[in-house]
């Protein structure tokens, strides 16, 4: 009986600790978009999510707008223009559409915190799973690397909400901007 018992308690935390992973995702799949843009170095991806359905606002990482002049962005292969950009974040537009809104949240990731990081690795739809919240100078450290081309995608709390952007890796984890930032970007500040 002993031996079955432990595990038996192992399994418990798998089974009944965490919410399904497709949760979070099902609840903001609909609001993510694919950033296109040819350069000379070839076809680059990246990610974005919807912050408003009615301007049709979607912010991305600043490093997925090209810099260089001529150079088309799409979103979700629509032409896109730049309506505000920082070293961390850049504000496009295009058409307004059918897609919804994220909802970000208002209050501060707690360490430890089961989180998804989502976006378009290598073009396709990616998930990359879920990590573990733990901060580097207010960012988000993911506890896996991200792939090319989810750069500006959403990481996503158990509860659907926005809780940052991805924006880097350094091939063992991947670092994103909280929301408090998002925030304040946002609203202009």
């Not at 000379?40 to 408003?52: A, D, I, K, P, R």
């Not at 504000?91 to 909802?103: A, D, G, M, N, T």
């Not at 209050?107 to 396709?124: A, H, M, N, Q």
């Amino acid at each position: 009986m002993k031996k079955f018992f432990l595990p038996l308690l192992l399994l418990i935390p798998l089974t009944f600790g965490f919410a399904p992973l497709t949760k979070p995702i099902e609840a903001i799949q609909a609001a993510i978009v694919k950033l296109e843009f040819i350069s000379e170095q070839g076809l680059h991806y990246c990610t974005g999510f919807v912050t408003s359905s009615i301007k049709g606002e979607v912010l991305t990482a600043a490093h997925c707008v090209p810099e260089e002049k001529g150079v088309l962005l799409n979103v979700d292969s629509k032409p896109s223009k730049v309506i505000r950009k920082n070293n961390i974040f850049a504000l496009v537009s295009i058409e307004p559409f059918s897609r919804p809104q994220v909802k970000i949240r208002q209050s501060d990731t707690r360490l430890g915190e089961r989180v998804t990081s989502i976006g378009f690795g290598y073009g396709e739809f990616t998930v990359f799973g879920r990590g573990v919240a733990v901060f580097l100078k207010g960012d988000i450290v993911l506890d896996g690397p991200l792939m090319p081309g989810m750069s500006g995608g959403p990481v996503v709390g158990e509860d659907g909400e926005v809780m940052g952007l991805n924006q880097a890796t350094n091939g063992m984890v991947g670092i994103a901007c909280g929301s408090k930032e998002i925030l304040d970007f946002l609203k202009g500040r």
